[in-house]
């Protein structure tokens, strides 16, 4: 697979050159058109943008979606392959697409659906069980039933992860339905040993002994360190069976992802993730108030980014809005 892309949420973003040899990079950007219905732009006011960025930077890719219009597709995919740029449909997975099909939902370990967070029409990061096989094919079902005719190149796969913090810290602890236990049980851990801890201890059940970035967060009891091991590898090899499906289709895989110190919590492996995109993208916000902010990883990113010779950079989350200075810098 190709190298890890590096993305700074918001307008900033690092670019780093191989370490030998000096190229220019390249830049993947993110046109947001809404939900799944009325989309927020036009092909017109797209691909003027579109051509206005491109004159700016070295465009290479860009991830669009999730609106049905597929009009819109056509128009700036025939646009963006003139160009020799790529064009990526962008997918939700795991959340967002109750409007598109029927899906078990996620439930905490006590068979609960857990709060949503509303941010806006069409995102309610109401997530569903990872898993339920017909959760995935929904997904798979959704690409080849409305986007399959569109000229997409690939799919940059969003929302593939359980709910995070945003209900309290007990919001991490799904799913816990009847398959997602036999699930643990398989990999020789009983979701009830959690529940018992939890309910016992509350928040201090969670306590942790420290933070690496080989190793990530150590937790005081054991047992917690074993439940986000094995969840990182259910929810993330549920992710996997996508991503291989998707490239049985000759399609490229990205994947949006949690900036490593959070993943874990939320069931994202980037070591079994990596083996299956083509490119990933961490989420680090610039500015946020969810826990995926960049102080907690900047010092080490700035550190390390020159010397890893990544390919390029995603500019996200909206190319559409973001002000042509801070593009500018990017040359």
Same mark, same amino acid.
Not at 295 to 303: Q, V
């Given at each position: 697979?190709?190298? %890890?892309?590096?993305?700074?949420?918001?307008?900033?973003?690092?670019?780093?050159?191989?370490?030998?040899?000096?190229?220019?990079?390249?830049? %993947?950007?993110?046109?947001?058109? *809404?939900?799944?219905?009325?989309?927020?732009?036009?092909?017109?006011?797209?691909?003027?943008?579109?051509?206005?960025?491109?004159?700016?930077?070295?465009?290479?890719?860009?991830?669009?979606?999730?609106?049905?219009?597929?009009? %819109?597709?056509?128009?700036?995919?025939?646009?963006?392959?003139?160009?020799?740029?790529?064009?990526?449909?962008?997918?939700?997975?795991?959340?967002?697409?109750?409007?598109?099909?029927?899906?078990?939902?996620?439930?905490?370990?006590?068979?609960?659906?857990?709060?949503?967070?509303?941010?806006?029409?069409?995102?309610?990061?109401?997530?569903?069980?990872?898993?339920?096989?017909?959760?995935?094919?929904?997904?798979?079902?959704?690409?080849?039933?409305?986007?399959?005719?569109?000229?997409?190149?690939?799919?940059?796969?969003?929302?593939?992860?359980?709910?995070?913090?945003?209900?309290?810290?007990?919001?991490?602890?799904?799913?816990?339905?009847?398959?997602?236990?036999?699930?643990?049980?398989?990999?020789?851990?009983?979701?009830?040993?959690?529940?018992?801890?939890?309910?016992?201890l509350g928040d201090e059940f969670?306590?942790?002994?420290?933070?690496?970035?080989?190793?990530?967060?150590?937790?005081?009891?054991?047992?917690?360190?074993?439940?986000?091991?094995?969840?990182?590898?259910?929810?993330?090899?549920?992710?996997?069976?996508?991503a291989d499906s998707f490239h049985?289709?000759?399609?490229?895989?990205?994947?949006?992802?949690?900036?490593?110190?959070?993943?874990?919590?939320?069931?994202?492996?980037?070591? %079994?993730?990596?083996?299956?995109?083509?490119?990933?993208?961490?989420?680090?916000?610039?500015q946020t108030f969810a826990p995926? *902010?960049?102080?907690?990883?900047?010092?080490?990113?700035?550190?390390?980014?020159?010397?890893?010779?990544?390919?390029?950079?995603?500019?996200?989350?909206?190319?559409?809005?973001?002000?042509?200075?801070?593009?500018?810098?990017?040359?």
């Amino acid at each position: 697979m190709k190298k %890890i892309v590096i993305i700074l949420m918001g307008m900033l973003a690092l670019v780093a050159c191989q370490s030998k040899k000096v190229k220019e990079p390249g830049y %993947i950007v993110q046109v947001s058109l *809404g939900s799944w219905h009325t989309p927020d732009y036009t092909a017109e006011q797209i691909i003027g943008r579109l051509d206005t960025v491109s004159r700016l930077i070295p465009v290479k890719k860009v991830i669009i979606g999730w609106s049905l219009d597929k009009e %819109i597709y056509r128009q700036v995919g025939e646009y963006l392959h003139g160009k020799d740029i790529k064009m990526l449909l962008w997918l939700p997975v795991f959340a967002e697409t109750e409007e598109m099909c029927e899906n078990s939902p996620a439930v905490d370990l006590w068979g609960n659906i857990p709060a949503n967070y509303d941010l806006a029409a069409g995102e309610g990061f109401r997530f569903n069980c990872p898993s339920d096989p017909q959760n995935a094919a929904n997904v798979v079902a959704i690409y080849d039933n409305h986007f399959s005719d569109c000229g997409f190149d690939g799919v940059f796969l969003d929302r593939i992860r359980t709910q995070s913090f945003v209900s309290g810290v007990g919001g991490v602890l799904n799913c816990g339905c009847p398959l997602c236990a036999q699930k643990f049980l398989a990999e020789g851990f009983d979701l009830n040993y959690m529940k018992i801890g939890w309910e016992m201890l509350g928040d201090e059940f969670l306590s942790v002994t420290g933070y690496t970035p080989a190793q990530g967060f150590t937790f005081v009891d054991d047992g917690v360190n074993t439940y986000f091991k094995v969840k990182g590898h259910i929810v993330s090899s549920a992710v996997a069976s996508i991503a291989d499906s998707f490239h049985s289709r000759g399609l490229e895989v990205g994947m949006d992802l949690y900036a490593p110190f959070m993943a874990p919590f939320v069931g994202q492996d980037y070591e %079994i993730l990596a083996r299956h995109a083509d490119f990933i993208k961490p989420m680090l916000y610039r500015q946020t108030f969810a826990p995926a *902010g960049m102080g907690f990883e900047y010092d080490l990113l700035r550190k390390a980014v020159i010397s890893h010779g990544f390919d390029g950079a995603v500019l996200s989350w909206n190319i559409m809005e973001a002000p042509n200075a801070h593009i500018d810098c990017l040359r």
